[in-house]
């Protein structure tokens, strides 16, 4: 099992930018493929981005593509996205998400259900 704690979101202004983190503990890291979601009062749950447990691959949701960058550093059990640009439709809050996944896999998972573990999310508010 492992456990998931996001840090860094905050109120910024259109065209700011912001990082987040996303530090775990308890299994080792680098099995855990892992994704970001935010979600919007009254939306749905909505993809954001997603690495493979190797770093090897990343996808992005096409609203964010560009000004995101998701990375990881699993010497520091720690995943980021780092988010520029910002828009005021990037205000939501945002959870990160860990799926076992087996050795040398190189998937990025995109799908929600696919997660096993959630953090309890961080606030991001952009002004405009």
């Known amino acids: 099992q492992v456990q998931l704690v996001e840090s860094g979101g905050g109120l910024v202004q259109t065209g700011d930018s912001l990082r987040l983190s996303c530090a775990a503990s308890?299994?080792?890291?680098?099995?855990?493929?892992m994704g970001w979601f935010r979600q919007a009062p009254g939306k749905d749950s909505e993809f954001v981005a997603a690495i493979s447990r190797n770093a090897g691959s990343t996808v992005y949701a096409d609203s964010v593509k560009g000004r995101f960058t998701i990375s990881r550093d699993n010497a520091k059990n720690t995943v980021y996205l780092q988010m520029n640009s910002l828009k005021p439709e990037d205000t939501s809050v945002y959870y990160c998400?860990?799926?076992?996944?087996?050795?040398?896999?190189?998937?990025?998972?995109?799908?929600?259900?696919?997660?096993?573990?959630w953090g309890q999310g961080t606030q991001v508010t952009v002004s405009s």
């Open positions: 998400a860990a799926k076992d996944s087996l050795p040398g896999s190189i998937i990025a998972y995109t799908q929600r259900d696919e997660y096993g573990y």
């Open positions: 308890g299994r080792t890291f680098s099995r855990y493929a």
